[in-house]
């Protein structure tokens, strides 16, 4: 049996990566073709309480430990719902992974690059396709302002903490442009689905 295809959104907040994930999952099963849609931090019962844990805005942690919650969360999940869905066949579409640890924990917390890396070499999982949608953070507040949830811990930090993420996002695509496509996400939703789709058949070689 064939294996799946694993591939990760990524991006600043309000980029539009969970209505884009849903969109390529929903492509898929159109397509007839296996595919499971997850998320991170969390997509296990466990890692979703280590999700609640970092969102809170009640509580502070310190950057290392930040960095390690994440860890703990994505192996509890590469090794319980991805890596054995994948070995099974099917495709995985996942909003967030690895790649929002270097942004947010590496460019936007300084926390070390290389030991970011390491975490992500002991979990052993490297996605086939990443699709970084890149929005500016002023527009993010709007979309995020326009849906009036409630902030969460990421959601308050300020403007140049959001700026750092992005240029981080920016930079991890050009140094892996195998893996990586930057995908302008200001642009309306169906379009940026279009360019998504185009990127999986392109690099992937799926008929969707
Ligand atoms: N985090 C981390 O620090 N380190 C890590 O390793 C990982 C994560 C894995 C997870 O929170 C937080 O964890 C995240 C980073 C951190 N926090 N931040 N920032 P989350 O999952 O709740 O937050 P998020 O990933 O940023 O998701 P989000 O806020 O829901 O944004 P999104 O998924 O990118 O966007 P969306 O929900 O699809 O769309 C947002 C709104 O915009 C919505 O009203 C849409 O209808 C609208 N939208 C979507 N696309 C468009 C277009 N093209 N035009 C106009 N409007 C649009």
Redesign the pocket.
């Known amino acids: 049996m064939a294996r799946g295809w694993f591939i990760t959104l990524e991006?600043?907040?309000?980029?539009?990566?969970?209505?884009?994930a849903r969109r390529l999952a929903g492509a898929f099963a159109a397509a007839g073709l296996p595919v499971l849609a997850t998320?991170?931090?969390g997509g296990t019962p466990a890692a979703e309480r280590v999700?609640a844990l970092?969102?809170d805005p009640a509580l502070a942690w310190t950057p290392l430990a930040?960095t390690l919650l994440?860890g703990a969360a994505?192996a509890e999940h590469v090794a319980r719902v991805i890596r054995p869905a994948l070995e099974a066949g099917t495709h995985v579409v996942c909003?967030?992974?690895?790649d929002?640890?270097l942004a947010?924990?590496g460019y936007g917390l300084g926390c070390d690059l290389g030991a970011i890396a390491t975490l992500a070499g002991l979990i052993g999982l490297a996605p086939d396709l990443t699709l970084v949608?890149d929005l500016a953070p002023a527009e993010s507040k709007r979309?995020?302002a326009?849906?009036g949830a409630g902030a969460?811990r990421?959601?308050r930090l300020g403007t140049a903490f959001f700026a750092r993420v992005q240029d981080g996002f920016r930079a991890l695509a050009a140094q892996a442009p195998e893996r990586c496509l930057l995908i302008p996400?200001?642009?309306?939703?169906t379009r940026?689905a279009g360019r998504i789709l185009d990127a999986v058949r392109a690099r992937l070689g799926l008929s969707l």
């Not at 909003?95 to 690895?98: G, I, S, V």
């Not at 996400?185 to 939703?189: F, G, K, M, T, V």
């Open positions: 991006g600043g907040e309000g980029a539009g990566k969970s209505t884009q998320r991170e931090p999700r970092l969102l930040e994440h994505r909003d967030r992974f690895a929002s640890t947010y924990q949608l979309r995020l326009a849906r969460d990421y959601e996400a200001a642009e309306d939703e940026v």
